[in-house]
C-alpha cells in the first residue's frame, strides 16, 4: 500500500517562504513521476507541479511558475515543493500524488499565507 505523507507546512506572511516535504513509502516512487497539488477552502483540487521520475523535467502551473521548485531525492523517496514569496492565494492543503489529478494522494500539509 502506497503512503505519502506530507509536512512542512505552516503560516506565515506575504512574500515569506516554505519547504514542503513529502516522505513516499512505496518502491515504485523511483520510477513515478510526481506531483504536488493543493485544494484550497472550498474549493476543488488544483495541480500545482509536476516531476519526471530522474528530476530533470519539471512543469508548474501558472498561477506559481517561478515562485515555486519542485524536486525529488530518490534515494530517501521523499518529494520537495520550494516555494518563495508566498501570496495569500497560496493558501490550501498542498498534497504529494502520483497522479496529476490527485487522485492518489495521501496526507498533505497547511499552508497558510497571510498577514
Known amino acids: 500500500q502506497v503512503q505519502l505523507v506530507a509536512s512542512g507546512g505552516g503560516s506565515v506572511q506575504p512574500g515569506e517562504s516554505l519547504t514542503l516535504s513529502c516522505a513516499a513509502s512505496t518502491f515504485t516512487f523511483t520510477s513515478d513521476q510526481m506531483h504536488w497539488v493543493r485544494q484550497a477552502p472550498g474549493k476543488g483540487l488544483e495541480w500545482v507541479s509536476t516531476?519526471?521520475?530522474?528530476?530533470?523535467?519539471?512543469y508548474y502551473a501558472t498561477p506559481v511558475k517561478g515562485r515555486f521548485t519542485i524536486s525529488r531525492d530518490n534515494a530517501k523517496k521523499t518529494l520537495y515543493l520550494q516555494m518563495n514569496n508566498l501570496k495569500p492565494e497560496d493558501t490550501a492543503e498542498y498534497f504529494c500524488a502520483q497522479d496529476a489529478d490527485g487522485r492518489t494522494r495521501g496526507q498533505g500539509t497547511q499552508v497558510t499565507v497571510s498577514s
Open positions: 516531476i519526471s521520475t530522474g528530476g530533470g523535467i519539471k
